[in-house]
């Protein structure tokens, strides 16, 4: 057996530069893996079991839609290794909250199963997970990316490392129970103007360089952004609620993630955040002190 932790994310930074005639919108993202983590523990089985998947948190289907259970078929149908998978996610992450657990559990089952099976991930068989990866949902290639930090282009799976040279500080994240549906979410939000996605983009790059260079969070907190905030939906009123009560509490750069609805921020240390926990614990959150990978 092999177990594969499976990270989430947060976007530091999400502008919509458009749209595609396919009707998917176009991105310019930061993306960040932190250390909150799903796990897949997996084991080889014989010819005559193709494959099983479970899962230990009972809202979550192991059916077909299950992108574990989906990212494991393209992998045992691509690949002759002779025998089927048994696959258990333990699940961690919120789902729903904008931190791409999915993505990462559907990534993870890629690469799990290349250890299992001992497929070395390089040459055309790099290729061949990228393109199933691809396949399985717009931000599974960034988990099956070994970089911590990627620009995100396209739908977000044209990516291109972004080297941090100094560890981010303490993140808190708060997940306030709330669904946002992500397609809704893209129909309410109002496309911005050329300019003013120019303007943004301009802040996405002072943002890139004052990581590169190490720059203390009082530098950069004002340039993370995400335009889904702007999202006209009602719930979005309940996150923007949550993303103030972060503020107000001292927490840095308070962003939702992704179409939401996690909120995170950063602060100055170990025990500033601690001290931002104990004045959460009266609201019905998840809350994690957590950091980025790095």
Known sequence: MIKMQCPAKVNLFLEIT?????????LATLFAKINVYDVLELETAASGVSLEVECDDAPLSAGPDNLVRRAAE???SRFPVGGGARIRLIKRIPMGAGLGGGSSDAAGALLGLAKLYDVKP???NLAALRRMAAG?????????????????????????????????PYMV????????STAEAYRALRRPSRPLVL????????????????RPVEDWAGLLFN????????????????RRVLSRLGVRGARMSGSGSSIFGFVGSHGEGEAVLRRLRGYPWKIFLTSCQG
Not at 136 to 163: E, N, Y
Not at 173 to 180: A, E, T
Not at 227 to 242: I, N, T
């Open 227 to 242: 335009r889904m905030e702007e999202a006209g939906l009602p719930v979005l009123e309940q996150v923007e609620a949550a």
């Open 136 to 168: 399985l949902g717009a931000d599974v290639p960034f988990f099956l990316h070994p970089a911590a930090f990627c620009l995100g282009a396209g739908i977000g799976d044209r990516l291109k490392p972004v080297r941090v040279s100094k560890s981010l």
């Open 122 to 124: 390089r040459g055309a």
């Open 199 to 214: 303007t943004r983009l301009s802040q996405l790059d002072k943002l890139i360089r004052n990581l590169e260079r190490g």
């Open 173 to 180: 994240l708060v997940y306030p129970d709330l669904h946002v």
């Open 74 to 76: 393209a992998f045992l």
């Open 18 to 26: 458009g749209r595609r005639a396919d009707g998917y919108h176009r």
